[in-house]
């Protein structure tokens, strides 16, 4: 009787073959719906991983008035880029990364407004600059450091670049309210 059941699948002692390559579990190669065409996400790959810029601009008191989500591999001058067109103020306080003529120091000088950027150590013609107003641009690192205290702002939680910019704008009133 054992023999009979042995025999009675036909294959004994074949191997059953799988159609897959390699045996583990995974997506399949082909999808069910069409990919989503969404709006960029605004996060980039670099060598720590995944992650987002946020460019924020300041008032004199250190009070958040603009942000902007961008790709981490993205340079500053995007957001610099968005910002100037829509800048109020006199004069603007920034770091080297800033230091751009075409893109940034010659449209802020042809609407009026002061410059106040470093210049990069690589640039054939050293610009002037007023150190002592530059020492102010504490304020915009301290706006981070508060921003960075909330553990959902620097460890984005959010997939949507949109929840996370809602999440900064909130995190930003508490701030402000502070």
């Known amino acids: 009787m054992e ?81 100037l067109p829509q800048m109020q103020a006199d004069t603007l306080l920034a770091d080297k990364a800033f230091d751009a003529d075409e893109r940034v120091i010659e449209p802020l000088r042809a609407a009026g407004k002061n410059p106040v950027i470093p210049p990069k150590s690589n640039r054939k013609t050293p610009r002037a600059f007023d150190k002592e107003m530059y020492k102010a641009r504490h304020l915009i690192e301290n706006f981070y450091c508060k921003l960075k205290q909330y553990r959902a702002i620097a460890t984005r939680y959010d997939k949507t670049a949109r929840n996370f910019l809602a999440a900064i704008h909130l995190v930003a009133a508490v701030i402000w309210l502070n």
């Open 3 to 83: 023999e009979g059941l042995r025999n009675l699948g036909g294959r004994c002692g074949q191997r059953i073959r799988h159609d897959r390559q390699h045996y583990r579990a995974r997506a399949p190669a082909q999808r069910r719906r069409p990919k989503k065409d969404g709006e960029d996400q605004a996060i980039g790959r670099s060598k720590g991983g995944l992650s987002t810029k946020i460019h924020a601009m300041v008032d004199a008191l250190g009070n958040p008035l603009a942000f902007f989500l961008t790709p981490g591999q993205a340079h500053d001058l995007e957001g610099a880029d968005v910002f």
